[in-house]
Structures are given as C-alpha cells and as structure tokens.
C-alpha cells in the first residue's frame, strides 16, 4: 500500500453531518508537501474556527492480502501534522485554561462527553477479513503528545501474535477523543485552530515467510557448511581441475593475470602445489601447521593461515571418517597439531578486537564471531570446558547485542545497507555454530536472514549497485555470497532475499567500471581500487551455480576482462568460503577471447543506476600492451576510456557529481575522480570540508555563485535529493551519451537551484578521442552567472621522475600552451609496476561566449581514513557572467606527446543555429545544435 491508496482495500469513516453538509472525517488530500495523504479532520473541513471539535472516533481501515505460506510481522505507518494530545492535554496553550490555569479542552462539541482520560496516541484494531471475532485495540501508539509538521516520519508496531498467520490481516487506525490542541515543550498549539490531528501519508505491512527449510543444522559438529560427508564431497572439484606449467602459463597467482585455481587450492589445502610435486608428506612440512607445532605461531599469528589450520583438521578427519585413502596425514598426526593449535590460539584470545565503531556488534565484529564459530566448530570436542565457556561467554554477550539491535530496530541493521550482510553473516556464523546448543540460535538465523530483505533492492534492475563500487559492493556481495553458502550447507535452500537474476548483470557493470588503467571507477564513497581483491564478478556471473539453479555460462571475453585486473591470491586464502563454481578450467576460457575481440568502440549505458561510459580498443598503439609474458593487465594499455555520473544523489552514500567524468588513456588516468572521502556532508566545501561531495570537486559544470547566504564554503550547484537522466543516443549514426541536469541543477528548486537547463554530451570519434559538449541556460529570476567546468587530476607533492616509478605513482602535469587547451602529461604507467608512462593528453576548448581555461594550485583533503590526498585542477571560465552558453571540449589522446595529433575546435557558420567544427589532424567532424533560447540540443555529427 502506498499513496495511491487502493480503493478495494482502503475505507474510511465516519460520516458526519455538520447543518446539514455531510463529509467524511478522513480526506484525500493532494497537500503540495504530503502528496495523497488520508487526513484526519477533527471538525467540518470547510467551516470556521468557531465549530467544535469533536472527539467522536475517526478512522482508516487497510486491507493486507497475506503472501502464502507468509506470517505478518511489523506495521509500519507514515504520519505528518500529528496533534494528539489525548483527552486532558496537560501542558497545554494558553487558549485552552479555565480561569484557574487548568488545561481544559475548550473548543471541544458541547454536547460530547470527554470525561474518559484517553491518553495521547493513535489506537490501532486488528482483525481477520470476514470475522468480527478475536479482533484486538492497542494503543495508544506514535506519535503521541507530539507537534509534527510536513515532515513525515515512519513508525512501527509488531503484529499481535494470534493475527499473524491469517489469510487477510485488516488493521483499522483511529483516533478517539484527542484533543488537538497542546504543547510539545515550549511549543504549543491551540486546540482552536488546527483542524486536522493527523495526516497519513502510507502504511504497509512487512511480512515474511515462515521459517520451515527443508533441513536443519547437523546434530553432530563439525556442522558448519554442512556435515563432513557432503562438506568433503563437494571439495573433489578442485581435485579434478587439469595442471598448468611455466613458462607458458603462471604456475600460481599473479597481478592481470589468470589465477592457477588448481595449484592455489592445493597450495592453501595440502600445502603446496600437487602438479608440480610439491605435496608435503610430513606434516610438519605442511607451511600452515609447521608453525603451530614449532609453536612459532605464537609469535607470528596469521587469522587466514589459522582458518587454512582449521580447514586442514576438519579434511584430514572427514577423510578418514569416510574410510577413503590418500588422507594425506594420519589421525595422530592431527591428534599432535590440534592439541598445539587449541594451545596457541586459546592463549590469545583475548587479544582479539571485538567492535570497531562502539557499537559491540558491528563491522568489527564479523572476523572474531566468524573465527571462533569455526574454531568451536571444528574442534568441538577437542575443547575443554573452560574453553568452552570462554568461547560461548563472549560470544554471547555479542548475541544479545545483536536481538538488541534487531529488537530496537537499530540502524545498524535496518539501514539495509552494506551493513546488514556483515552483521547478518556474523550473527549465522554464531546460530549454525550452537543451533542445538543454544536457546537464541534459532532465532537469531531466523532474524539474520529476515532482514537481509531490507537490502534488497540495493542491486538496481540494470545491474548497478545504489552505493557504489569499491568497496560497498564487494562488502555486500562476498557476505550475502558466504550467507548463502552456509544456508544451502545447512537448512538446505538459498537465501531468497537476494535478487540473484540480476547479479550476472551486476557482474558485467562492475567490470566495465573497472577502468583500462587498472583501477575502479570511483565515484561516490568509493576508492580507485587496483584490480580485484575477490572473485566478486566471477561469481556473479555464476550466479545459478551459487544458488545450486543449474550450471552457469560464462562468456570467455567476460573472464578475460576480470583476469586483466585480477589481484594475486586474494579472495583464496580462506578455503572453507570458496564456492566450487570457481573450479573451472580458466584458462582454456579465456583463450577462447583473443584480444583483437576487444577492438572497437563500446557505449555503455546503465540508466536505473546513472552510470556511463566510452571505451575504445585500438590494439597495437602502445609498446606497454606487448609487455609481460602470462599477464594480460597490460593488454588494457591499448584502450581508451571515458566514464560519465548520473548517479542520483538520492541513493546511499552518493555525492552531488552529476555530470563528473573519469578518463583513462594508454594506461593512466588523465582525469580523476577525489574518491572515498566524507560521507553526507552535502553542500560543504572548503575550508569548512573536503570537496569531494560538492561539484566543485568533480569533473562536472559549476555555478560558482550559487552559494547559500553568499558563504564561500557552500556551493549548491546541483540540489540535493534531485536525480538526473542519462541515456544512450544515437546522432547520425554515431552511438553516444546524453546526460539531461535540467532538475538536478535547479530548474524546480527556487529556493537553492540556478539553471533551468544543462545537457552534457559525450561521445567518441575515430583514434580514441572523445568531444564533451556541454549547454545551459541561467534561471530566469536569476542573475547572469559565471558558469565553468571543473578538471581534476592526479597530483603528488614530490612527483618521481620516469625512472623512480612504481604501481601506486599518480600524477600528471598540467600545462597551459593557450587559454583554449589543456595539457595533461601523466608520469607513471598504472599497469606497468615500474614503468613510465605512455600516455598524453589534451583538451581543446571553445564556447559561443569567450572564455579559456585557467589553471589552479594544487590542494589537499582529507580522505575517509584520514590519509591527506593532493588533486590538480583547473577550469574553463567566461570571460564574463552570461545568461547562458554552449560549450565543446575535445578529449585528445596518444601515448606520447609528441604523438598527440593537431587539433582544433572552430565555430562554423551552418544551418543550424550553432555548429562547431573539431579537426584532429586531417579529420574534421561538424556539430550542429539547435539553440532556441539559450536551450542547446544535439542535431548531426558529420564526418567532413
């Protein structure tokens, strides 16, 4: 239910008659800030302030169709303008006091008795559609003795427990006797003038499905991701993958280049690579358990290696439970290396860090509840019953906190954010690890997976995901893939709450924004992260083996791009949680996409989720794409990138960037996004914040006069809580993007917003250039402004030379040869680990109005781990303030210098109102726009 307000399942009452003018007491009203709320009148609507008010119940009834095999759990209602104040408002507005000083209700219908002492609040009746009996009143509810205005705010009720398995729940909302006159601390309102005591705004139910999985945990431990014999089972796949050797393929785990899935597992499992004949005999050879039983461990802790101990014990003992041979080790063997373990890791219990935010069961609680639910796990009953106890103790005392948050509803959880697989997944670990054992353990799995639906919808239907890239949804992800893990080993089904039809989608946007340069696209809260620290797109794209639908097909050009930019071992140093989709034969895959499939130019559009790019491949352009030998990251060098935000800045840490722009040329990023700093701080800029948030920290169009109360360090250029379009055209045969700021950039918002049209235009040309043009209009009750665009770069204090590079080395010189063009001279390779850098750039500039770039001081922010960060800028700036322009900027490339082509942007006298002409070389390309009105649109692009 929502505010359209279903006509069969809604109805409302009473009827009154007021000198013979009937109404009803509950009206739809389309309020400008409240859209269709039911308000609730407390007198005849249309009348003055001199008729009564009556305390004769008023009501709403809802309707709610329970889903099969569903229960109701939780109302949740929206209300704004309540004024409940009960029958003996107490304090209350001078208006409403006998001449004693008492709180009376005054204005209230003569003839009505108000004797009853109601108190303040909304009472809600239950019932069963079609039965009148066993219904329930409670109440009073939220809000209660409380002035509210526009501003709507939600609140919640658990459902009576004998009405939450019915087939149709309906729920009445009424108020009775409450005066709506009173005081909410020094804020009082008369009873005389408020006509309405409340305003609903929607009221929906949440429901969930009974709890009922084809199976339960093991009764026996080890029982986490199953029970021995189909834990070891479904293991064998690795055993079965074929052997690769060097020189021709790498032998274990690199940077860009096709992990050795065979030899990492044996690495992590049986100690070293089985193909090349390394298997360790003895196990004090084993490179995880020699360590433990020289006790050097104790001195040296390592949590992944502990894990690969945990995992070596529980394989050695399920092989041998199961009667097979080749155990590797005896059971005498792991009788010696566990006694030494529990020793070792027993003795530094205490030395774990439990919480990280103070919030006793938050993201820092996940790797403790994880490792010590293994470890009690696995070891069960090699464990005294002290250890038991300082085990189950702690741990505990973190459950409660965590019923705690679920009961009371704490953001931490009900934010549905990335948050809520962490500490769902913690809170499974600890369930499926005591199930049998512990009274709480089934309803703290059932609470963890209930409000994984909460994060539903965080993976958008073109494949976005609403928080970003790096790292929100590799948090997400990897835990909801780990809970889904555990559930289908232990109650034998998948977790429905996530949308797994959309990840192979998820998977192809997450690789396309990971940038030809090697690092992630970094908008919003997000960090240019190098490569893939996980198999997140590859499982992804499994996504039906995951959830155990069928098998998967991956498109060989789709591992490719994801091996380019793999990150050595990470994401396999833990082999209880990799899945075994991931035992495939990579490397004949990928093979099957050569790099001349990755020519061309490739528009890419994701409008749920405001994301684009260009990417262009242009195989044979650089000397770098030749390098390395089983690597393929340096293949990239030979693409060219350019990436747009239409984020809307209504979702989840997200920043008012509409319009910002990453571009990547021959292996570096020439223009760069500020990354993962402050988090929701809005308009502010310096010196008050980082500018990050702000478009005047993003590669995008700025209103430098659009300040609030003229303070230099706010800047509302783009209004909050205001999405724009983005959108794939196509203009004379040419596939681009199309970005429409009109109601971002405040064409509505007469209270902070400046322009009433801004349409930015991105699309390619041959030689992997780009052209950005940009058009706006100034408000009409706006003065003329000096509108500019912002470029940011990579900039360090101390630069290295060309021959000092390493990985992490970014930064790129800006030049200004004139007023009209830019030059970006990158130093370092991103793709090659010590190289220099083969790339250049250049933006040429021109506009209807004068106007030229100017080059600004470097500055240096604060990023969200408190590491100081430098960005170069600068910015095309009018000659003066204007009502409005358009403007072309060309994005040129090559990977040198001197190899950057001459080029040109002239304006063209034609038959449309503007055109520009942009000549690189001897290629010349005509932009004609219509320009009614100062209003810009994208006519032809023709190839002279």
Same mark, same amino acid.
């Given at each position: 239910m929502s505010v359209s307000w279903d006509a069969d399942r809604v109805e409302a009452g009473p009827i009154k008659d007021y000198a013979g003018d009937p109404h009803c007491r509950v009206t739809l009203t389309d309020h400008p800030t409240n859209g269709n709320a039911l308000f609730f009148a407390n007198r005849w609507p249309g009348g003055s302030i001199h008729i009564p008010i009556s305390g004769d119940p008023t009501w709403a009834q809802f309707r709610f169709p329970l889903p099969p095999a569903h229960r109701a759990v939780r109302l949740n209602y929206r209300i704004a303008w309540a004024r409940l104040f009960g029958s003996q408002p107490d304090p209350c507005h001078a208006d409403d006091t006998d001449e004693l000083g008492n709180c009376i209700p005054k204005y209230k219908e003569a003839a009505e008795d108000w004797s009853e002492n109601v108190p303040p609040g909304l009472f809600l009746l239950w019932g069963k559609?079609?039965?009148?009996?066993?219904?329930?009143?409670?109440?009073?509810?939220?809000?209660?003795?409380?002035?509210?205005?526009?501003?709507?705010?939600?609140?919640?009720?658990?459902?009576?427990?004998?009405?939450?398995?019915?087939?149709?729940?309906?729920?009445?909302?009424?108020?009775?006797?409450?005066?709506?006159?009173?005081?909410?601390?020094?804020?009082?309102?008369?009873?005389?003038?408020?006509?309405?005591? *409340?305003?609903?705004?929607?009221?929906?139910?949440?429901?969930?499905?009974?709890?009922?999985?084809?199976?339960?945990?093991?009764? #026996?431990?080890?029982?986490?991701?199953?029970?021995?014999?189909?834990?070891?089972?479904?293991?064998?796949?690795?055993?079965?993958?074929?052997?690769?050797?060097?020189?021709?393929? #790498? +032998?274990?785990?690199?940077?860009?280049?096709?992990?050795?899935?065979?030899?990492?597992?044996?690495?992590?499992?049986?100690?070293?690579?089985?193909?090349?004949? +390394?298997?360790?005999?003895?196990?004090?050879?084993?490179?995880?358990?020699?360590?433990?039983?020289?006790?050097?461990?104790?001195?040296?802790?390592?949590?992944?290696?502990?894990?690969?101990?945990?995992?070596?014990?529980?394989?050695?003992?399920?092989?041998?439970?199961?009667?097979?041979?080749?155990?590797?080790?005896?059971?005498?063997?792991?009788?010696?290396?566990?006694?030494?373990?529990?020793?070792?890791?027993?003795?530094?219990?205490?030395?774990?860090?439990?919480?990280?935010?103070?919030?006793?069961?938050?993201?820092?609680?996940?790797?403790?509840?994880?490792?010590?639910? *293994?470890?009690?796990?696995?070891?069960?009953?090699?464990?005294?019953?002290?250890?038991?106890?300082?085990?189950?103790?702690?741990?505990?005392?973190?459950?409660?906190?965590?019923?705690?948050?679920? +009961?009371?509803?704490?953001?931490?959880?009900?934010?549905?954010?990335?948050?809520?697989?962490?500490?769902?997944?913690?809170? *499974?670990?600890?369930?499926?690890?005591?199930?049998?054992?512990?009274?709480?353990?089934?309803?703290?799995?059932?609470?963890?997976?209930?409000?994984?639906?909460?994060?539903?919808?965080?993976?958008?239907?073109?494949?976005?995901?609403?928080?970003?890239?790096?790292?929100?949804?590799?948090?997400?992800?990897?835990?909801?893939?780990?809970?889904? *893990?555990?559930?289908?080993?232990?109650?034998?089904?998948?977790?429905?709450?996530?949308?797994? #039809?959309?990840?192979?989608?998820?998977?192809?946007?997450?690789?396309?924004?990971?940038?030809?340069?090697?690092?992630?696209?970094?908008?919003?809260?997000?960090?240019?992260?190098?490569?893939?620290?996980?198999?997140?797109?590859?499982?992804?794209?499994?996504?039906?083996?995951?959830?155990?639908?069928?098998?998967?097909?991956?498109?060989?050009?789709?591992?490719?791009?994801?091996?380019?930019?793999?990150?050595?071992?990470?994401?396999?140093?833990?082999?209880?949680?990799?899945?075994?989709?991931?035992?495939?034969?990579?490397?004949?895959?990928?093979?099957?996409?050569?790099?001349?499939?990755?020519?061309?130019?490739?528009?890419t559009v994701f409008e749920d989720g405001g994301w684009g790019n260009i990417r262009v491949g242009l195989p044979g352009s650089t000397v770098t794409a030749t390098l390395g030998d089983v690597e393929q990251r340096y293949e990239q060098a030979d693409q060219t990138f350019l990436s747009v935000s239409a984020i809307p800045n209504t979702f989840p840490h997200t920043e008012l960037d509409f319009g910002s722009l990453v571009w990547v040329a021959y292996g570096t990023r020439l223009l760069a996004d500020l990354g993962y700093g402050s988090i929701d701080i809005g308009y502010g800029i310096p010196p008050d914040y980082a500018p990050d948030n702000n478009p005047t920290g993003h590669n995008t169009l700025v209103v430098p006069e659009a300040l609030w109360d003229g303070d230099p360090s706010t800047n509302t250029s783009q209004v909050e809580d205001t999405p724009g379009v983005i959108e794939s055209l196509n203009v004379s045969g040419i596939e681009l993007l199309h970005l429409d700021g009109d109601a971002v950039y405040g064409r509505d918002d007469l209270d902070d917003g400046w322009l009433d049209t801004f349409d930015r235009w991105l699309l390619p040309l041959d030689g992997g250039h780009f052209v950005v043009a940009d058009g706006f209009r100034v408000r009409a009750d706006r003065p003329d402004s000096s509108v500019q665009e912002y470029w940011h770069t990579y900039d360090m204090l101390t630069p290295p030379a060309a021959v000092d590079c390493h990985y992490n080395s970014q930064h790129v010189e800006i030049t200004l040869p004139d007023p009209g063009r830019l030059h970006l001279l990158p130093v370092c390779s991103s793709l090659d680990r010590y190289g220099a850098a083969e790339s250049a750039g250049e933006i040429v500039g021109a506009s209807l109005a004068a106007g030229g770039f100017v080059v600004d001081a470097p500055f240096e922010f604060l990023n969200r781990l408190g590491v100081t960060e430098r960005r170069g800028r600068a910015r095309w700036v009018p000659d003066q303030a204007l009502r409005s322009d358009l403007r072309v900027f060309l994005l040129l490339a090559a990977p040198s210098e001197g190899a950057l082509p001459a080029a040109t942007i002239t304006q063209d006298p034609c038959a449309a109102d503007s055109c520009f002409q942009v000549s690189i070389g001897a290629d010349t390309w005509e932009l004609s726009f219509s320009g009614q009105d100062g209003v810009y649109d994208l006519l032809s692009v023709v190839q002279q």
């Open positions: 559609a079609g039965n009148c009996q066993g219904y329930l009143v409670t109440g009073p509810h939220d809000p209660a003795a409380y002035i509210s205005y526009s501003g709507a705010e939600t609140y919640s009720v658990e459902v009576p427990e004998s009405l939450q398995t019915v087939d149709e729940l309906v729920v009445a909302a009424f108020i009775y006797r409450q005066y709506p006159g009173g005081c909410d601390g020094a804020n009082c309102l008369s009873g005389r003038f408020v006509y309405n005591s *409340m305003a609903i705004q929607d009221i929906t139910l949440d429901t969930e499905e009974i709890f009922n999985p084809p199976s339960l945990p093991a009764l #026996d431990h080890p029982r986490l991701f199953g029970a021995n014999e189909q834990w070891l089972a479904g293991q064998e796949v690795f055993n079965n993958l074929p052997c690769y050797y060097a020189p021709v393929y #790498d +032998e274990g785990a690199g940077w860009g280049s096709v992990t050795n899935i065979r030899n990492m597992w044996d690495i992590y499992t049986r100690g070293g690579k089985v193909c090349n004949g +390394e298997d360790p005999v003895l196990i004090e050879d084993h490179p995880d358990a020699a360590p433990y039983l020289d006790l050097t461990a104790a001195g040296n802790w390592n949590e992944d290696r502990a894990i690969r101990v945990l995992h070596l014990v529980r394989r050695v003992r399920a092989c041998h439970e199961q009667g097979g041979g080749g155990c590797q080790f005896s059971l005498a063997d792991i009788d010696v290396l566990v006694a030494q373990f529990i020793a070792v890791e027993i003795a530094r219990f205490g030395d774990w860090t439990w919480e990280n935010q103070g919030l006793v069961f938050d993201l820092g609680t996940l790797p403790p509840m994880r490792y010590w639910s *293994m470890f009690a796990d696995t070891l069960w009953d090699d464990l005294s019953q002290a250890d038991h106890d300082t085990i189950a103790i702690e741990m505990g005392s973190r459950i409660d906190i965590f019923l705690q948050h679920a +009961e009371n509803h704490h953001w931490a959880l009900y934010n549905g954010n990335n948050w809520t697989p962490v500490l769902s997944l913690a809170a *499974m670990y600890w369930a499926i690890t005591y199930y049998h054992e512990d009274p709480r353990a089934p309803q703290v799995a059932l609470t963890a997976l209930g409000v994984l639906w909460l994060h539903r919808d965080f993976y958008l239907p073109d494949g976005a995901y609403k928080e970003g890239l790096m790292m929100y949804t590799h948090v997400s992800f990897d835990n909801l893939r780990q809970i889904n *893990m555990l559930s289908r080993a232990t109650f034998g089904e998948s977790i429905d709450s996530v949308r797994w #039809d959309r990840m192979p989608a998820v998977s192809q946007w997450a690789l396309e924004f990971l940038a030809p340069d090697g690092l992630t696209v970094d908008y919003g809260d997000s960090w240019a992260k190098r490569g893939w620290a996980t198999f997140m797109p590859l499982y992804m794209a499994m996504a039906s083996e995951l959830t155990g639908q069928g098998p998967a097909t991956v498109d060989p050009c789709t591992a490719r791009a994801y091996f380019n930019n793999r990150w050595f071992d990470w994401g396999l140093r833990n082999p209880f949680t990799i899945d075994a989709s991931l035992a495939r034969d990579w490397v004949a895959l990928v093979e099957q996409c050569s790099a001349a499939a990755l020519a061309g130019t490739y528009v």
